[in-house]
């Protein structure tokens, strides 16, 4: 089992900036992917950026490249998205995701994840 929790939600206004951090616990994560995915109220949840635990192979959705940036801090079993130049559609609740394998072309895919946080509200005003 792995149990995640998210935090660093807000409310920030366009163009501003927020770093959700997600801390891991319940098992050794060499072999494991990291997720974030979000969710706009109506909208499927989709995803955002992921990370590999060992390698550090990173992952983006087309519409955040070159605004948010995910890593991971080994010793603190922690992974962060820092979110730059937010904009109101980026406004939503913020999951982060574990798989445990190595995922490549399937990072991007919700089903390959099997454990979820409880989520972050991040809201972005006009």
């Known amino acids: 089992q792995v149990q995640l929790a998210e935090s660093g939600g807000g409310l920030v206004q366009a163009g501003g900036s927020l770093r959700l951090s997600c801390a891991a616990s319940g098992r050794s994560f060499f072999r494991l992917t990291m997720g974030w995915f979000r969710q706009a109220p109506g909208k499927d949840r989709e995803f955002v950026a992921a990370?590999?635990?060992?390698?550090?192979?990173?992952y983006y959705a087309d519409s955040v490249k070159g605004r948010f940036t995910v890593s991971r801090a080994n010793a603190k079993n922690t992974i962060y998205l820092q979110m730059n130049s937010l904009k109101p559609e980026d406004t939503g609740v913020y999951y982060c995701?574990?798989?445990?394998?190595?995922?490549?072309?399937?990072?991007?895919?919700?089903?390959?994840?099997?454990?979820w946080g409880q989520g972050t509200q991040v809201t972005v005003s006009s």
């Open positions: 990370v590999q635990w060992s390698a550090g192979s990173t």
């Open positions: 995701a574990c798989a445990t394998t190595r995922l490549t072309s399937t990072a991007t895919i919700r089903n390959a994840y099997p454990y």
